[in-house]
């Protein structure tokens, strides 16, 4: 049953069964991950495990059909063929349906694969993962336990070859590490929480990690609510990066092309502040979302979505590009578990110059969010209404105060964007991979007592 | 054997050989997780099909225990050779105690299938049939409908638990879902509206149930939302309307009762058993017998069989929610609630269907009652902060409450909370329980299908995240 030859080769011996008038294209992977959670000082619990994947998309007159499995087993790749081939009798029609045709463009040539995670051993995993919890629990004295410290590593390999000529593959690795301290104070307790992501295990910044995991929980100690009213918010960079990743999910062909985005209709149009440059730009290396080609196999780019608070472009894949008139902009995001869809690969945001403090400096009376959630109930991309929960702390003449919680934010993303008063100067790559400073916006309706 | 009782996925042997393997360095403890996923969709977008898609995942995960420590492996290689290598691996993260002989299995690892229609006997395009008839049924609804998609999907998963201490029993669930999107398109912009049905149930469902009401009222939804003005931004008492608000004690307290964030102290119902944690009036219960509900099953993802667990008692905190690893360490009788999102997981405590009982009050008194607040009809996707109680959900159909009047519908926005302080505000339920949507409940990256429901009901206060003074 176990499968050992090559990705590649395993793809051109599915494409030979291609018949004649079929685009065809397979999609292939295989990895193992492993996780390592530590809990008092010990190993709570070690998961790993291998998984392989196969999507076969085959598009017939602009019928597509696609079926996938977990199982990279020669029985199971013949019966995925015969279901996409099935499956595509019950599509309907559609001239712009279709796989990627090479466009010419020349992947940026990363090299993205670092062997160093393929040497690590159980005991290098358990290791961090115990002193994350340890270094917590003896950096304060208010942190009394850790819910979750887990170490986390995988290695993967992914191969993509059509009809039309694509044969692209790639092979690498990643590792993370997550802690959840908690931290109390009378019958009160806090849950914080802070995580790194990179390539290889030597780039994680504990320090950090330990450092924004125990301020993220101690610092809420003692918060309560606040009034309600229209104040100036700074958003964190992980909290910028969710609500600039809200609206750059509005700018993908998909949402454009059906009419599923409030800025469908605003190409070339003054969308946000002049101050505000956003790029997806897979071909930086600095951010954990660099690739060298797309899900479809195409080149990965830098596409300038917003340019000076215009909106430039709309980001493509094949499909979605034909439709729209215009051609893919790398932007086909996909495993091989499913259809390519269109998607971000490595936001970022053009820095300003101040930093935090300076921004919180120019505020009389604001609040600085420090997390938000219910993202996926309280954002409607459709409509552009934005509503969600929000901790941090007050701003007062110009310095943080006390912290809030049990509070709410809401706008739209359209107001939002024209909002914006000022991009902070303090530029990260954060694990997500997305580049992003903390940002302040005005007008924004806080909801509390 | 018919297609609806199947015997185990693997052979007892080879599981019985498996165990012994995984228990070889010194484990107490093993378990082997067998499951055959197989699931089917079609999308149905812009008037057409646009595609069909189908999956299949068979494989095993396999988990050894020694004291508190957990070792876990999972395989797509169902092969002996394949097991024996994930069990090796297994074991070597749970090794060390003194050898213990795994007890034979019992019992015969067959499962039944309660489908009276398996989906995959019926055609495609029947299921395509379907999903046009929806969409013709919104799109009549009102010219201002622009957009409607819809989505079919059907999900088999049979399972197999066995574990050294004898258990050997297997499941064969089948779910069924239908959701409707529109989007209705007016001057002010553009709005949604969504439905979704689903059953633990075979393709009988489509018998009874209306898919065209359903599409009609998630057509009206949008429709009316075009002239929705802004939710108000502040504190306000807030009925909620039968079946649409379930999310809210699945997120308020039905998180902070799962026994493993209880024992790590990320629990704000943390040593408050016997406590009056609620108004009297509230009785919580976490069911995963309940019909053909979306969260039922017949056994958890450890073999338990499922229960019915009341969690609140007229007010009075009696239980929390467990698995086999945090029963085990407290000395007491699993509650059926381990439950994995995959054979690549390790299960945890999980809820199934958890929903609040009738009280006795008439749904439309307690409107009538209320002299300003708003009125949700449903409630969105929700999130919670156990340590703090904290909880937000989004409002995706809310009106406004003038005079004991439902009066303006509001546009979409979140309500913030804090789970203990709401229990103990219900100040009035009512008689009319209904269960609600589908949902899948997510929990340190697993998701896995639940369902909620309760009564007209309302609270005394809740904080609207609106933008209106």
Excluded at chain 1, 3 to 24: I, K, M, S, V
Excluded at chain 1, 253 to 269: C, D, T
Excluded at chain 1, 423 to 447: C, K, Q, Y
């Amino acid at each position: 049953m176990k499968n050992t030859a090559e990705l590649p080769d395993l793809a051109q011996g599915l494409l030979a069964g291609a018949r004649e008038n079929e685009q065809f294209e397979v999609c292939l992977s295989r990895g193992r991950s492993t996780t390592v959670k530590a809990y008092l000082g010990q190993i709570e619990s070690v998961r790993s495990g291998a998984s392989q994947a196969v999507g076969v998309r085959i598009v017939v007159d602009g019928r597509q059909g696609f079926a996938t499995a977990g199982s990279l087993d020669p029985e199971v790749l013949k019966q995925v063929v015969k279901e996409a081939r099935e499956n595509l009798q019950f599509a309907e029609s559609d001239p712009d349906q279709g796989i990627a045709i090479p466009d010419g463009v020349a992947p940026p040539g990363l090299d993205l694969t670092d062997p160093a995670v393929l040497q690590l051993t159980e005991e290098d995993r358990a290791a961090v993962a115990i002193e994350l919890e340890r270094r917590c629990l003896s950096s304060d004295s208010r942190i009394t336990g850790v819910r979750s410290a887990a170490w986390s590593d995988g290695w993967g390999e992914f191969a993509l070859a059509s009809t039309s000529g694509i044969a692209v593959q790639s092979e690498g690795g990643s590792c993370s590490v997550g802690v959840q301290p908690l931290a109390m104070q009378g019958t009160e307790t806090q849950i914080g929480y802070a995580g790194d992501a990179a390539r290889r295990p030597d780039a994680l910044d504990l320090d950090r990690v330990v450092s924004e995991a125990v301020e993220d929980a101690t610092r809420m100690l003692g918060a309560t609510k606040p009034s309600s009213e229209k104040v100036t918010v700074v958003l964190e960079p992980s909290v910028a990066a969710a609500f600039l990743g809200t609206v750059v999910g509005a700018l993908t062909g998909e949402r454009v092309i059906k009419g599923r985005s409030p800025f469908a209709e605003r190409l070339g149009e003054q969308i946000a502040v002049a101050q505000l440059t956003l790029v997806d730009d897979p071909t930086n290396i600095e951010s954990l979302g660099a690739d060298n080609h797309d899900g479809e196999g195409l080149a990965a780019r830098r596409n300038v979505i917003v340019d000076s608070g215009v909106l430039s472009q709309f980001l493509h894949n094949s499909y979605t590009g034909r439709r729209a008139g215009t051609s893919s902009t790398g932007s086909a995001v996909r495993g091989p578990r499913s259809t390519p869809s269109v998607g971000i690969h490595a936001l970022s945001i053009a820095p300003g110059v101040n930093n935090r403090d300076e921004l919180f400096a120019k505020i009389k009376k604001g609040v600085f969010i420090r997390g938000v959630n219910g993202l996926h109930s309280g954002v409607n991309p459709v409509s552009g209404d934005f509503s969600v929960g929000a901790y941090g702390q007050r701003i007062q003449n110009g310095a943080l105060g006390e912290p809030f919680r049990e509070a709410t934010i809401a706008s739209t993303l359209q107001r939002m964007l024209l909002d914006i008063v000022e991009i902070g100067g303090d530029f990260e790559f954060l694990p997500s991979g997305t580049g992003m400073t903390s940002i302040a916006i005005a007008d924004v309706a806080l909801s509390g007592i | 054997m018919s297609e609806k009782m199947l015997g185990p996925l693997l052979d007892r042997d080879l599981i019985q050989e498996t165990i012994s393997t995984a228990m070889s360095k010194g484990g107490q403890w093993a378990e082997v997780f067998v499951e055959d996923r197989q699931s089917a969709s079609a999308e149905f977008d812009e008037g057409r099909v646009e595609s069909m898609v189908s999956s299949r995942d068979l494989g095993a995960g396999i988990r050894v225990t020694v004291g508190e420590a957990t070792g876990f492996a999972h395989t797509a290689d169902l092969s002996l050779e394949g097991l024996r290598e994930a069990a090796l691996a297994a074991a070597a993260a749970a090794r060390g105690g003194n050898h213990i002989e795994p007890v034979a299995l019992r019992g015969q690892g067959a499962s039944l299938n309660r489908a009276e229609i398996l989906p995959s006997t019926v055609s495609k395009a029947r299921k395509i049939e379907l999903t046009r008839q929806t969409d013709a049924a919104a799109r009549e609804v009102d010219s201002a409908i622009t957009q409607v998609s819809v989505r079919y999907s059907e999900g088999r998963r049979r399972i197999l638990v066995a574990n050294s201490d004898g258990v050997f029993n297997g499941d064969d669930q089948t779910r069924i879902l239908l959701s409707v999107n529109c989007v209705a398109s007016g001057d002010q912009g553009l709005q949604t509206g969504r439905e979704t049905v689903g059953y633990t149930v075979g393709f009988e469902l489509f018998d009874q149930y209306d898919v065209e009401a359903m599409a009609r009222r998630a057509a009206r939804r949008a429709i009316t939302k075009l002239e929705a003005r802004p939710a108000p931004s502040g504190q306000l008492p807030v009925v909620i309307q039968r079946g649409g608000g379930g999310v809210l004690f699945h997120e308020a307290c039905g998180h902070g009762l799962e026994a493993d964030l209880v024992d790590k102290g990320a629990s704000v119902f943390r040593d408050r058993i016997g406590e009056l944690v609620a108004s009297p009036t509230v009785t919580l219960v976490d069911d995963g017998t309940m019909g053909s509900e979306w969260g039922t099953i017949a056994i958890d993802d450890e073999g338990c069989l499922s229960q019915r667990n009341v969690l609140i008692e007229n007010g009075v905190l009696t239980d929390y929610m467990w698995d086999h690893s945090r029963s085990r360490s407290s000395g007491r009788e699993p509650s059926g609630n381990g439950r994995r999102q995959s054979y690549q997981h390790i299960p945890m405590v999980r809820m199934t269907n958890t929903f609040v009982m009738n009280g006795e009050i008439e749904p439309e008194d307690i409107v009538s009652d209320t002299e300003k607040g708003v009125y949700v009809a449903q409630l969105g996707g929700g999130q919670v902060n156990t340590a703090t109680g904290d909880f937000v959900f989004g409002m995706t159909e809310a009106y406004l409450i003038e005079d004991g009047r439902i009066t303006a519908p509001l546009r979409e926005s979140n309500l913030i909370g804090n789970g203990p302080d709401v229990l103990q505000n219900i100040e009035l339920i009512g008689n009319d329980f209904a269960m609600g949507s589908p949902g899948t409940c997510g929990k340190d990256g697993q998701g896995v299908p639940v369902g909620d429901g309760q009564p007209t009901l309302r609270v005394a206060s809740l904080t609207i995240g609106g933008t209106a003074s």
